[in-house]
C-alpha cells in the first residue's frame, strides 16, 4: 500500500472496525480496530518512517472519532453494550457539566489520571512495538467519542454538542498519546526486534512532541474545564 491507497485502509478499517458496535458485544469494537489498523502502524515501523506513522494513526484517530460518534448517535444501545467504559464516562460527563462535580476541571484530581494513562500507553507500546498502546488508545477514544455522541442525541442542542464536545485540551492529549506511542514503539522494533534502522534524532523529537503535547492539555484543561462546563450549561446543552 502506498500513498491514497493507504488512506483508504484506513477508512475502511475504521469504519469495519467500529461498525462491529453494532452487534452490542462488549469488547469487540477496540480489538477488530486494533487489528485492522495496526498492519499499517507494523508497515511503516518497518521502514522507520515516524513521520508517517504519525500522520496515518491520527488520520485513522481522527476517521474512528467520526464513526464513533455516528454509531454512539444512531445505535446508542448496542454502542452502551460494546464500548467499554462507554456508559460510565458518559454519566460522569453529564453530571460533571450539570454540577460542576468532578475531576475536570481540578489538577490534584485529573493528574494522576492522565498521568497513569500516558504512562501505560507508553510502556504497552514499548513491549509490543505498538499494539498494545494502539489497543487502549481504542478503548480511550471509544468512550470519549461514545460521550460525545449522546451528548448530541441527548443535549437540547446537537450542533452545540458536536462543536463543544471535544474540548481542544483532549485533541492534544490524543495527539500526544499517538506521537508518545509510535516513539516507544520505534525503539521496541528497532533496538529489541531489530526489523528496523534506529532513527535516534526521530524517536527523540517525537518524545518531546509528546511531552509537549501533554503538558499543553494539563494546562489548557486546568484553566479552562471550568468556563466551558458553563458555557454548556448557559447554551442549555442538556434537557
Known amino acids: 500500500m502506498a500513498g491514497p491507497r493507504v488512506y483508504g485502509y484506513l477508512i475502511a478499517a475504521a469504519v469495519i472496525g467500529t461498525a462491529t458496535a453494532l452487534a452490542g458485544v462488549p469488547w469487540i469494537t477496540p480489538v477488530v480496530q486494533t487489528g485492522l489498523c495496526f498492519p499499517v502502524l507494523w508497515r511503516d515501523l518497518e521502514r522507520s518512517d515516524l513521520g508517517g506513522a504519525v500522520r496515518h494513526m491520527t488520520f485513522w484517530a481522527l476517521v474512528v472519532s467520526i464513526c464513533t460518534v455516528e454509531v454512539a448517535i444512531h445505535a446508542h444501545s448496542a454502542a452502551a453494550e460494546a464500548i467499554p467504559r462507554g456508559e460510565a464516562y458518559r454519566i ?27 504512562g501505560a500507553t507508553l ?28 451528548l448530541v442525541l ?33 525503539l521496541f522494533h528497532a533496538r529489541v526486534l531489530r526489523r528496523s534502522g534506529w532513527d535516534g534524532p526521530g524517536f527523540r523529537q517525537l518524545l518531546l512532541w509528546a511531552v509537549t ?10 484553566f479552562l474545564a471550568a468556563p466551558w462546563r458553563i458555557n454548556l450549561l448557559e447554551r442549555a446543552l442538556l434537557r
Open 92 to 118: 460522569e460527563m453529564f453530571h460533571y457539566i450539570e454540577t460542576g462535580d468532578g475531576a475536570e476541571d481540578d489538577p490534584h484530581l485529573f493528574l494522576p489520571q492522565h498521568a497513569s494513562h500516558f
Open 123 to 150: 510502556l504497552a507500546s514499548v513491549v509490543t512495538a505498538g499494539l498494545g498502546g494502539l489497543f487502549l488508545g481504542s478503548i480511550l477514544l471509544g468512550y470519549m467519542n461514545y460521550y460525545v455522541g449522546s
Open 154 to 186: 441527548m443535549g437540547a442542542h446537537p450542533l452545540i454538542g458536536s462543536l463543544f464536545g471535544w474540548p481542544i485540551w483532549s485533541v492534544f492529549r490524543v495527539v500526544g498519546f499517538i506521537v508518545g506511542a509510535i516513539a516507544m514503539a520505534h
Open 213 to 222: 503535547l501533554a503538558f499543553t492539555d494539563i494546562v489548557l484543561k486546568a
